[in-house]
């Protein structure tokens, strides 16, 4: 079953519009970790952010934002006054304990193109 | 630069042949995950290590997969006798060992097999 769900596959907006990237989850432990990576074309994966489900309160960190509800199980990413550097795929990741130690479980992503 | 490091960075084979990835993780990291990536999709889990102790392998996805740490410090991916289905970008991350660490990724060694 997937663990992470990122409905949105692709995402197409002009250069300084605002534009949010959802994430849900799936889990039934009480501790988790959720995380935001960003991967360029060049490939490699970018680490962006990481919160545990003990802490709801949202993050603000330049352009970048990131809103935290445990009620529906969503944590979703918004970058203010996008540009065009922001084009990339957008990974939302859950990590639990397991006997795969914290290994993330990645949602399908989300290719984000901004246009000039 | 002190990130995580992989090579190579490029591998194209044949299919039979074998081929075997390399990757550095950060000097003080003590766990190393190896992940597979196929085109369109998130990286799959496939095994990590703690120190030079393989903690987790019932995810390598077949056994022609394996990995190794023998000194607790740089890591290796060998698959054996390669198959097409095998092509996809294999990532290595590290991380220090505490609750929910952020793993850090290396730029990935991508594989085609032909």
């Known amino acids: 079953a997937q663990k992470v769900t990122q409905a949105q596959t692709e995402i197409s907006v002009v250069e300084k519009e605002d534009v949010t990237l959802d994430c849900v989850y799936e889990t039934r432990d009480t501790t988790y ?3 935001w990576y960003k991967q360029p074309p060049s490939g490699e994966l970018v680490f962006l952010i990481r919160r545990n489900s003990f802490d709801e309160q949202n993050e603000i960190s330049g352009r970048y934002s990131w809103n935290f509800q445990k009620s529906t199980s969503s ?5 203010t006054a996008s540009q065009v550097v922001d084009s990339a795929v957008y990974f ?5 304990l397991t006997n795969s130690g914290y290994a993330l479980n ?3 992503g989300t290719s984000l193109l901004v246009t000039p | 630069d002190t ?4 090579d190579p960075r490029h591998k194209i084979t044949k299919r039979g042949q074998n081929v075997t990835f390399r ?6 990291h003590n766990r190393l995950y190896w992940y597979r990536q196929t085109l369109g999709q998130g990286p799959e889990f496939l095994t990590y290590f703690q120190n030079e102790a393989q903690l ?3 995810r390598l996805l077949s056994d022609r997969f394996s990995a190794e740490r023998p000194k607790g410090s740089f890591s290796t991916l060998e698959i054996q006798r390669t198959e097409q289905g095998d092509s996809a970008m294999y990532l290595c ?3 220090l060992e505490v609750k929910g660490e952020t793993q850090y990724f290396g730029p990935g060694t991508r594989l085609l097999v032909l």
């Open chain 2, 93 to 95: 991350a590290s991380s």
């Open chain 1, 75 to 79: 944590f979703n990413f918004t970058i």
């Open chain 1, 33 to 35: 970790y959720l995380f």
């Open chain 1, 92 to 96: 939302c990741a859950l990590s639990e």
């Open chain 2, 3 to 6: 990130g995580v490091s992989q």
């Open chain 2, 56 to 58: 987790e392998k019932s």
């Open chain 1, 106 to 108: 990645f949602g399908k």
């Open chain 2, 23 to 28: 990757c550095d993780p950060i000097s003080e």
